[in-house]
């Protein structure tokens, strides 16, 4: 039994036991018509049959990841916490510590720039440098 047919039926089952213990009580508006004349009533399923979106237009994008040995984890993510520093607005940098069943920990830098290779690399230079 759908929810709306089930909430029709509590709405009947309220009036009665308020009808029966002498209460006035005013009964909930009448459900309004809603596509197709059906009556709305609630539920949750849909069926999407198509999408589109519309993406703005962007720049070249550069990036990439370099893993490490898990002994320079320190290292690695104070070189992290300088970077994301002066990161500019185009730079999204991800710190992973990884550890896989069966071998060595690592630790990842992933790096991606909304911008062309040699601006990524000069701004990847400067902040390293500064």
Request: aromatic share 4%; proline share 7%.
């Given at each position: 039994m759908n929810r709306a047919r089930?909430?029709?039926?509590?709405?009947?089952?309220?009036?009665?036991r308020r009808r029966r213990k002498g209460g006035g009580g005013?009964?909930?508006?009448?459900p309004t018509p809603t596509c197709s004349g059906r009556c709305a009533g609630?539920?949750?399923?849909?069926?999407?049959t198509a999408l589109e979106l519309t993406l703005p237009p962007a720049p070249r994008l550069f990036g990439g990841r370099i893993l490490w040995a898990g002994e320079h984890a320190a290292?690695?993510?104070d070189a992290y916490r300088q970077i994301?520093?002066?990161?500019?607005?185009?730079?999204?940098?991800w710190l992973d510590l990884l550890h896989f069943p069966g071998s060595a920990p690592m630790v990842a830098v992933?790096?991606?720039?909304?911008?062309?290779e040699d601006e990524a690399r000069g701004r990847a230079w400067h902040a390293a440098n500064c």
């Open positions: 089930l909430g029709r039926r509590r709405r009947h089952r309220l009036r009665h005013t009964s909930p508006p009448a609630g539920g949750d399923f849909a069926v999407v290292e690695v993510m994301t520093a002066a990161a500019p607005e185009e730079l999204t940098v992933d790096a991606t720039y909304l911008g062309d």
